[in-house]
């Protein structure tokens, strides 16, 4: 299994958004984002927490391997 990456907010958003998710809004630092069912809101902190990350990929219906792909993508 892929070790997760340390992401900030802001490039988690960017990747979420070439994978398809449609900036919905942002209130203060947290964008929210959306994609058919999956629906999520991302802290722009500077590293975003593990299991904020984790909670963040099950919202958006992915996974590690994925998140490694879209980054390396």
């Known amino acids: 299994m892929a070790r997760l990456p340390v992401l900030s907010g802001q490039k988690l ?3 979420l958004i070439k994978e398809g998710f ?3 809004r942002q209130k203060g630092s947290h964008v929210s984002l ?3 069912p999956f629906k999520t809101v991302v802290p722009l902190h500077d590293e975003l927490a593990k299991g904020t990350l984790i909670a963040i990929l099950k919202q958006c219906g992915l996974d590690k391997e994925e998140l490694e792909r879209l980054i390396n993508r």
Do not use: D, P, S
């Open 34 to 36: 959306e994609k058919g």
């Open 13 to 15: 958003v960017k990747v």
């Open 22 to 24: 449609a900036k919905v």
